[in-house]
């Protein structure tokens, strides 16, 4: 079971950049919080705060249908990069 | 490698964690110790000291009256009902007070709607009583215009700020009005006739306007 490690100090000035226990897992989490700012922000309101597509598109001002396509295109743009990092 | 399929599932599990780094890094970036600049405190100070007046929440404009001065409007005092008086102007650093005194007997204008609006603002809130009246305009798109019409009673104040960063005067069928600017686009004007001082308080608006506001009302 992957484990995940937040190392917390803040204030500090060597906050570590890592999250993840490794490598791969820091990357993947490089290529999430890097996506195209209108799909990351979807995405995290949908999967890190949970909310509907329907919450998110009164909250976004954008039709419901827009959320899921982004959604879709989304994790095709991650998909895609994680295939890039794979082949690397 | 190759193992990872980006599903909802996997989406929940990392999405938080995401979330989190985000967070971090955003307060790992913050100046606690940033000094702002003279001009901005002072403008978060004149709109925090605003804030405090505001009549309506829906509104939210820059008001620049004591709550006091009109709770001494709200008063029914028949025998102070008066045509002319006296404003006596106090200045401070940053702010102005205007008393009335000299009130005469009881004058000729009477409450009312303002007769001429900038294209496009609607109704949205009017309150008023036997001294004052305040009107609440709204554009289509969210700027807000506030108008009052307070009738003048012997000893009464109001204070304005003086933070503003334009004034010049106004004529208006021969009596001045006082029109303040500020940086922000935001507007203060004021405006004595017969027996009741006139303010409006703008996001936005012309001399022009201002002009035909006070004209007609």
């Known amino acids: 079971m992957r484990k995940e490690i937040y190392i917390d100090e803040l204030g500090g000035e060597n906050v570590p950049l890592t999250y993840m226990e490794t490598d791969l897992d820091n990357a993947v989490l490089d290529i999430l919080k890097n996506l ?10 949908k999967y890190s705060s949970r909310m509907e597509n329907d919450e998110i598109a009164r909250l976004c001002h954008i039709q419901e249908g827009t959320v899921r396509q982004r959604i879709a295109r989304g994790k095709v743009l991650i998909q895609n990069a994680i295939k890039n990092l794979e082949e690397a | 490698m190759g193992e990872i399929q980006v599903t909802d599932e996997w989406l929940y599990q990392y999405m938080p964690i995401v979330d989190e780094a985000i967070l971090r890094e955003l307060e790992k970036n913050t100046d606690r110790h940033y000094i702002f600049s003279h001009r901005f405190e002072s403008r978060m100070k004149r709109l925090i000291r605003r804030r405090r007046h505001t009549f309506s929440r829906r509104a939210a404009l820059l008001v620049p009256f004591t709550m006091g001065g009109i709770a001494a409007a709200a008063l029914s005092v028949q ?5 002319f008086f006296e404003t006596c102007r106090r200045i401070w650093e940053d702010s102005a007070l205007y ?3 000299n009130v005469d007997a009881p004058g000729v204008e009477g409450f009312g709607k303002p007769g001429y609006v900038p294209a496009g603002f609607r109704l949205v809130s009017e309150s008023a009583n036997e001294n ?8 289509g798109k969210g700027v807000g215009l506030s108008l009052s019409q307070q009738l003048v009673l012997e000893g009464k104040s109001i204070v304005f700020d003086t933070e503003y960063d334009q004034c010049e005067l106004l004529d208006i069928d021969g009596i001045h009005a006082e029109i303040y ?4 686009g935001s507007v ?3 405006y004595e006739r017969g027996d ?4 409006i308080n703008a996001e936005e608006l012309s ?3 201002i002009k035909e506001i006070f004209r007609q009302w």
């Open chain 1, 36 to 45: 195209p700012v209108k799909y990351r922000d979807i995405f995290l309101l």
């Open chain 2, 79 to 83: 025998a102070y009902r008066v045509q």
């Open chain 2, 99 to 101: 008393s009335y005194f």
């Open chain 2, 132 to 139: 004052i009246a305040i009107y609440i305009y709204e554009d």
């Open chain 2, 181 to 184: 600017r500020y940086d922000d």
């Open chain 2, 188 to 190: 203060c004007a004021y």
């Open chain 2, 196 to 199: 009741c001082i006139y303010t």
């Open chain 2, 207 to 209: 001399d022009e306007d």
